[in-house]
């Protein structure tokens, strides 16, 4: 027997275990043709559309695509019925339950990864800060003078309440650092960072009091533990107010150097003192085997008189170690120094490591303080300026005087690089006076432009925007720089390179949005050519939310520039497409018919790709119409088009189109083939936008096939990811079709 939709499907969950598992098609085929007692050339047959004599291939091919290849019952319904697999009920239940295959719970938090090969336990304080979570107090504050450690023990904390049994326990963890960028972080920005950590960017874009109600009901509807580190340099008083008053069953845990007096009400407040005898000496003996000192450890009189010149303050202490090792004094000469700086203990610690530097060190230090978050090794050099030896000496000797902790990521990434709050005030008071920092702020826009650079608008790759994820916060941060800096042609350049990043991925800031930022600097630079398609570009996004308010603040800006300035076909189609999206946010759907009809002769004069978007949007319009035949008919020539110029996101466009004219007229395995093949492709790319339209027409086959428990989990989750991604008119529409769901059927209706 041979069904091409079998063959079909069987290749979307191949590909989808390749892309799980990072494998190659032929590593994956090898493997399961061994599982079947077959050879690689049957499962190339299988591919063909050649369905097995027997059904135990189908059920081994079946369970591994679902198994590995993470596809959901809709795929497996389909494969199922295309092999003609007997009695399916069982499989279809045993693999995929109706409500879709067993997924990992997704755990949210943003954490920071640890700074520290090993947290010393200290169980008293941990047990206060617990006590405190477990209060009806909406705050629990860690204060201590600085490096007594309340960062690593909020964060160790913090990590505690998200396991299982944990009392208390917390559904997600928010962590939020003003260490970054000191002074910077506001209740806008806190909410901002809630939103995304809990996965709903979208609400970024909502007015301010709006986006207060909307993350309020988040804290809500689950434990929310929010986290504010370095509060004392934070100045937004509305922050502390809010914060106090933070819905429940969420808390919040700060942490700060001062007491405030604004802290007396619905605060338990805890004061870090430094460690006790024991903890201090464990701290020491781990300190002294990374330094490789291990002998220093013999002699019972140094944990002791360390302790008590430093107060038991672990920073001090291991940067104590540290100016031991490099000083090569004896040990009463270091211990006298740091007895005598007792009062400036920090500072004179800060002084002797300083000068223990050689000149690439304090490149490097002064080159750390640039990034807001973390540095990956490559781009550290880079901007200090050093050769791959000396960075490597640097970075060792920067450690072992604890001025620089390291971040470990993965096995297959290189470790990323940050520095304590302390040592982040003196290396930028370092870096302020250091005569190259004009230099190194110059390699440091360079080096991500030339990251950036080669993402771009990678439509043809789109695997290239993985490359900035580690990146994004270090990426806004320059942004907000260069913009502040009137680097105009810099602001530009990196939206140029990240816009499509930022779009794929969801992330509408409304902070600063980056195409706005490019249209300022055009402006500044006199671009009103670069000033019409950033605002352009800014409007696309906007469509994609629906927000017709924010669209008419800046479409008689585009406009009026359009008018009065010649543009290349590009941008005149950028324009041109931006009109015709506000038409359709409207629901002006004549109107965007005709004007992406009248850019279709100019979109063909720019390249295939615009004269290819251009028709899509063309048979949306006609899709919405009701003239399903026509659309169909002009989507199957587009995807033709897609798969040959290699536009993924096309593809998948005209997929889902597809799918949802099949299952206007009732083919419902055509559309189920075109839904799983489709799913493969924006999973692995996260494209978010396109995962809750499949997951909004998934839920309608399972309607259709008489599943409703199916269809009212599916539709809920993409209620959900319309709902994160801000995209109100797609939400309410989901909504709706999700109250009609739950109406029961009135009897004899």
């Known amino acids: 027997m041979r069904n091409e939709t079998f063959g079909r499907l069987l290749k979307a969950g191949l590909s989808s275990i390749a892309a799980c598992e990072g494998k190659t098609a032929p590593i994956v085929e090898d493997e399961l043709g061994d599982q079947i007692g077959v050879a690689a050339a049957s499962i190339q047959r299988y591919k063909a559309g050649h369905i097995p004599p027997d059904a135990r291939p189908v059920a081994i091919l079946a369970e591994a695509a679902v198994r590995r290849g993470h596809l959901d019952r809709a795929w497996l319904q389909a494969f199922l019925q295309a092999a003609a697999y007997p009695a399916p009920a069982s499989l279809l239940d045993r693999l995929c339950p109706s409500s879709g295959p067993a997924q990992p719970v997704r755990v949210y938090q943003n954490l920071p990864a640890p700074t520290y090969s090993r947290f010393i336990l200290r169980p008293q304080v941990m047990s206060e800060v617990l006590d405190g979570l ?345 942004l907000l720089w260069c913009a502040a800096q009137g680097r105009h042609a810099d602001v530009i350049a990196l939206v140029d390179g990240v816009g499509y990043y930022y779009y794929i991925r969801g992330l509408w800031r409304d902070d600063a949005p980056p195409n706005l930022l490019s249209a300022q600097a055009a402006r500044q630079l006199g671009n009103p050519v670069k000033e019409v398609e950033a605002l352009a570009y800014h409007i696309h996004t906007l469509s994609a939310q629906g927000n017709i308010t924010e669209m008419e603040r800046y479409l008689p800006q585009m406009r009026a520039l359009a008018e009065a300035t010649p543009l290349p076909n590009e941008v005149a189609f950028n324009v041109q497409h931006a009109l015709a999206l506000y038409a359709m946010t409207r629901q002006d759907v004549d109107a965007a018919q005709a004007a992406w009809l009248q850019s279709l002769r100019r979109a063909e004069e720019v390249s295939a790709l615009p004269f290819l978007i251009q028709r899509q949007w063309v048979a949306t319009c006609l899709y919405v119409k009701g003239a399903w035949v026509q659309a169909q008919h002009l989507l199957r020539e587009c995807l033709r088009d897609a798969e040959r110029l290699g536009s993924q996101r096309c593809v998948s466009f005209c997929k889902i189109r597809l799918a949802a004219i099949d299952l206007d007229l009732g083919e419902l395995e055509a559309a189920a083939a075109l839904l799983a093949d489709t799913r493969v492709t924006v999973y692995r790319y996260q494209d978010r936008e396109h995962i809750a339209e499949i997951q909004q027409l998934t839920a309608r086959l399972h309607q259709l096939r008489g599943d409703q428990a199916a269809a009212r989990a599916t539709l809920s989750e993409a209620a959900d990811l319309f709902e994160r991604l801000g995209m109100r008119p797609q939400l309410a529409r989901a909504r709706a079709d999700l109250a009609q769901l739950d109406t029961p059927v009135a009897a004899g209706g």
């Open 134 to 478: 477990r209060q009806r107090s909406a705050v629990a504050l860690i204060v201590s003078l600085g490096g007594m450690g309340k960062t690593s023990l909020a964060r160790e904390t913090a990590a505690g309440c998200l396991l299982d049994g944990a009392q208390p326990r917390f559904d997600a963890v928010v962590w939020v650092s003003d260490k970054d960028r000191p002074g910077t972080t506001t209740l806008s920005s806190v909410l901002d960072e809630i939103a995304r950590t809990l996965d709903y960017p979208g609400f970024t874009a909502f007015e301010h009091e709006e986006k207060r109600r909307e993350v309020e009901q988040l804290l809500r509807r689950s434990r929310v533990l929010v986290v504010v580190d370095n509060f004392e340099t934070v100045l937004d008083g509305a922050l502390l107010g809010w914060l106090l008053r933070l819905p429940e069953p969420s808390k919040a845990l700060i942490t700060s150097r001062e007491y405030s007096r604004a802290f007396r009400n619905n605060t338990f407040v805890l004061e870090l003192r430094g460690m006790s005898d024991s903890e201090a000496g464990e701290l020491i003996r781990a300190r002294l085997r990374v330094l490789r000192m291990e002998t220093a450890a013999d002699d019972p009189a140094v944990p002791a008189a360390l302790i008590a010149a430093t107060g038991g303050n672990p920073k001090a202490i291991e940067i104590a170690l540290g100016c031991l090792k490099y000083e090569q004094r004896p040990f009463a000469a270091v211990l006298d120094d740091l007895y005598t700086a007792r009062g400036e203990l920090m500072t004179d610690l800060f002084s002797r490591c300083w000068s223990l530097l050689d000149e690439a060190a304090r490149q490097v230090l002064a080159a750390t303080a640039l990034f807001p978050d973390s540095a990956g090794p490559a781009a550290l050099a880079a901007v200090a300026g050093v050769s791959t030896f000396a960075f490597d000496r640097a970075v060792e000797r920067l450690t072992d005087l604890a001025l620089l902790d390291m971040q470990p990521t993965d096995l297959h990434s290189p470790p990323r690089y940050t520095l304590h709050p302390l040592v982040r005030a003196f290396a930028g008071a370092r870096l302020a006076e250091q005569p190259t920092v004009t230099a190194l702020r110059d390699r440091w826009v360079q080096w991500y432009r030339d990251l950036v650079g080669p993402v771009g608008y990678c439509w043809a790759d789109p695997s290239r925007l993985e490359r900035l994820d580690p990146e994004r916060e270090t990426i806004q941060a320059l």
